[in-house]
T-cell receptor, first 114, second 114 residues
Framework: DTGVSQDPRHKITKRGQNVTFRCDPISEHNRLYWYRQTLGQGPEFLTY????????KSRLLSDRFSAERPKGSFSTLEIQRTEQGDSAMYLC????????????FGSGTRLTVV | AQSVTQLDSQVPVFEEAPVELRCNYSSSVSVYLFWYVQYPNQGLQLLLK??????LVESINGFEAEFNKSQTSFHLRKPSVHISDTAEYFCAAAYGGATNKLIFGTGTLLAVQP
């Protein structure tokens, strides 16, 4: 297993368009997380899954955002009607259920909304 | 509100000099603490963690951090830095044993100069 993979690495989109990001976690990990990181800030929690169940969503995750993990493996994060404020690095991470052992992060998808 | 504070946004230091990156967390009965490192265009990598037990934790590349409950701090130290240590360092906390969500600080850029 080569770690957590995220695709694409970079995405430039026009305001109002929809975008979808994919995350492939470490196969043995039950938990999958999405974080958002803006310039000069630390990552902020968006949502997490345990297997295929989405167990918590941050209030940062507006109605335009939706995340899925259909078979408890890869996950997708979709943003509808993108806004310039959505420009950020979107990070995916995975861990065992006992997340205290630490997360493994992917390299992120950098979204630029123009 | 639960938070993590990294007061120093940037720490310049000469190669082979000691360094301390400061991190303070909001007081809590139960907290797990982490340091992550982020190299340019890469995801976050776990550097070290404090869960319980010995208050001094070490990483494999010479960093150490000490959990200080009375001062609510978890400062990161290295006695002698290398150019390759140049990176962004993030302190993070999981409160109340809730490892499904990490609260990150804003990060400290460690800039090692020759």
């Amino acid at each position: 297993d080569t770690g957590v993979s995220q695709d694409p690495r970079h995405k430039i989109t026009k305001r109002g368009q929809n975008v979808t990001f994919r995350c492939d976690p470490i196969s043995e990990h039950n938990r999958l997380y999405w974080y958002r990181q803006t310039l000069g800030q630390g990552p902020e929690f968006l949502t997490y899954f345990q297997n295929e169940a989405q167990l918590e969503k941050s209030r940062l995750l507006s109605d335009r955002f939706s995340a899925e993990r259909p078979k408890g493996s890869f996950s997708t994060l979709e943003i509808q009607r993108t806004e310039q404020g959505d420009s950020a690095m979107y990070l995916c991470a995975s861990s065992f259920v006992q997340g205290a052992y630490g997360y493994t992060f992917g390299s992120g998808t950098r979204l630029t909304v123009v | 509100a639960q938070s993590v504070t990294q007061l120093d946004s940037q720490v310049p230091v000469f190669e082979e000099a000691p360094v301390e990156l400061r991190c303070n967390y909001s007081s809590s009965v139960s907290v797990y603490l982490f340091w992550y490192v982020q190299y340019p265009n890469q995801g976050l990598q776990l550097l070290l963690k404090y869960l319980s037990g010995s208050t001094l934790v070490e990483s494999i590349n010479g960093f150490e951090a000490e959990f200080n409950k009375s001062q609510t701090s978890f400062h990161l130290r290295k006695p002698s830095v290398h150019i390759s240590d140049t990176a962004e360092y993030f302190c993070a906390a999981a409160y109340g044993g809730a490892t499904n969500k990490l609260i990150f600080g804003t990060g400290t850029l460690l800039a090692v100069q020759p």
